[in-house]
């Protein structure tokens, strides 16, 4: 072999290692094949689904899947109260450091008749032991969403008011989720006067955090950072690798488990992902199962 030729080849083999080392892979999957997939997911489990994803570095890449349909806000509902707080905050009617008292006695929306909270019903038990003390605004605040605290969001609904909540998500983009009431009004839920969500209303109202559109840069930050010490992990985090931060709130009654949240991965993409659920025969089976569909969007999602 001549020395010219020994000289090419060995410009080729560095040629093919550089575009095997940065070559872009094929995708394996599109976002059509991906929908039918978790459409198909769906269809095996008793109960009803709606989801909705969209790529935050391109929109155009989303599936919505019942994403119009309404279901029972549950626990979900505390995101849109968390950022109602940071803008009346901003605004000036308070700051967040403020202390207030902690009480379990609030009024139904029906006819305004007491009722109180249930410890055996929250899952954010320990403020309870300081009913009767002050406790900050923040720290409420914080115990709502990463416990999900029931009694801290009743307190924290009565401060910011209900309607100015669902108002502000309606100026966001989100002009179906109705924000009613606090947590265990009986007498309005015999009522069906519930607060009700969709899948899109709730992609938008986390595509506006990560976009620093639910309010400054500031305060989206640390939306975003209270969201990623939530403590229930069950679906969006379940099987996603433990260096991929996500966002979320979770929220669940008896046949309902929900997951709202942000996405964000090792190579700084990032993604919103919504699953709704309702009407579940089998929780526990329907939530890893909505787990698993999380799984396959973040696959997708490396690939490309």
Do not use: W
Request: hydrophobic share 40%.
């Amino acid at each position: 072999m001549t020395a010219i030729r020994k000289y090419k080849l060995f410009i080729y083999t560095i040629l093919a290692v550089f575009l095997l080392a940065f070559a872009k892979p094929e995708t394996t999957i599109n976002l059509t094949q991906l929908k039918k997939s978790i459409e198909y997911k769906f269809k095996q489990i008793d109960g009803d689904f709606a989801l909705a994803f969209v790529n935050l570095s391109d929109s155009t890449q989303k599936i919505m899947i019942n994403a119009g349909e309404t279901f029972h806000a549950a626990s979900t509902m505390k995101t849109p109260v968390m950022i109602e707080i940071y803008n009346q905050s901003a605004q000036g009617k308070f700051k967040l450091s403020d202390s207030i008292l902690v009480k379990n006695e609030f009024k139904s929306i029906v006819d305004g008749s007491n009722y109180t909270m249930d410890i055996g019903e929250d899952s954010g038990d320990t403020l309870y032991k300081k009913i009767g003390q002050k406790v900050t605004i923040y720290d409420l605040m914080y115990e709502m969403i990463t416990v999900s605290s029931n009694l801290a969001t009743n307190i924290l609904i009565e401060l910011v008011n209900a309607k100015k909540v669902t108002a502000s998500m309606g100026k966001l983009g989100a002009k179906d989720i109705q924000i009613l009431r606090g947590v265990e009004d009986i007498k309005a839920y015999d009522l069906g006067l519930n607060n009700t969500t969709t899948a899109k209303d709730l992609m938008i109202i986390m595509k506006t955090i990560a976009t620093n559109k639910a309010g400054n840069k500031k305060n989206c930050d640390e939306i975003i950072s209270i969201l990623k010490n939530q403590k229930f992990n069950d679906i969006i985090p379940k099987y996603l690798p433990k260096n991929v931060k996500v966002a979320h709130k979770t929220g669940s009654i008896t046949g309902v488990h929900h997951d709202s949240g942000i996405v964000y991965l090792p190579n700084g993409k990032s993604y919103v992902l919504v699953i709704l659920s309702k009407n579940l025969k089998n929780f526990d089976k329907a939530t890893d199962e909505m787990a698993k569909v999380s799984k396959d969007i973040f696959d997708f999602m490396m690939q490309i």
